[in-house]
């Protein structure tokens, strides 16, 4: 079955500083991953999907199927970046049935 | 445009009781997906619907638990004899087509005491 594990349930950094939000996954097909983020007192949202290639808030992702891993970063944090964040992963079926991490929620302090 | 919404907002119940939670897609959308988040569980996936049709309901928890869509819009889950164990926050998604990006409503609150 397939697993996403996010090792940090809390994250401290101050504004600035470059922020890793980590995501190791366990599947043996080609799966798709995502970031979700869910703000204080907001509905949980997408961030980033792999396969987008995108920068979203100045987040990059990148999906190593070697390490299955698929690493959150950005170089420099900023106040608002403050929220939980959840890793899911899509196995590949034909429909968008997602696996979420516990979350890690990140504190950018002042 | 209006985004999902679900209802109620915040549900507290006695043990045993039925409950009912409400979901409303956005319009036009297909896919409808229930979640649950919960203390040491996280988010788990509960079911899937494609139009009318629950093509996984591998996530349900007990049978105690049943959802329904109809007309292709609205979706109930109904939780029975509900237990302590039961209480999270229920989350619904929908997105246009499967394999699309889920927008995912504020969630109910459910406590069972």
């Known amino acids: 079955a397939q697993r996403v594990t996010q090792p940090e349930k809390l994250l401290s950094v101050f504004k600035g500083a470059p922020v890793e939000l980590k995501c190791n996954y366990s599947y043996s097909g080609s799966p798709e991953l995502f970031w979700y983020v869910q703000y204080s007192r907001q509905r949980l949202q997408l961030l980033l999907r792999?396969?987008s290639r995108e920068s979203i808030k100045g987040f990059t992702a990148d999906l190593n199927k070697g390490e299955t891993s698929f690493h959150l970063k950005k170089p420099f944090a900023q106040e608002e970046d403050s929220a939980m964040y959840y890793c899911a992963l899509n196995r590949g079926t034909s429909y968008g049935k997602l696996t979420f991490g516990q979350g890690t929620i990140l504190t950018v302090h002042p | 445009g209006a985004g999902v919404s679900q209802s109620p907002s915040n549900k507290v119940t006695e043990k045993g009781k039925d409950v009912e939670l409400r979901c409303d897609p956005i319009?036009?959308?297909?896919?409808l997906y229930w979640y649950r988040q919960s203390l040491g569980q996280g988010l788990e996936f509960l079911i899937y619907f494609q139009g009318n049709s629950a093509p996984d309901k591998s996530g349900l928890p007990s049978d105690r638990f049943s959802a329904e869509r109809t007309g292709g819009s609205v979706s109930t889950l109904t939780i029975q004899r509900t237990q302590q164990e039961d209480s999270a926050v229920y989350l619904c998604?929908?997105?246009?087509?499967?394999?699309?990006?889920?927008?995912f409503g504020p969630g109910t609150r459910l406590l069972v005491l």
């Open positions: 792999h396969i």
């Open positions: 319009s036009g959308h297909t896919a």
């Open positions: 998604a929908s997105s246009l087509r499967r394999q699309e990006t889920q927008y």
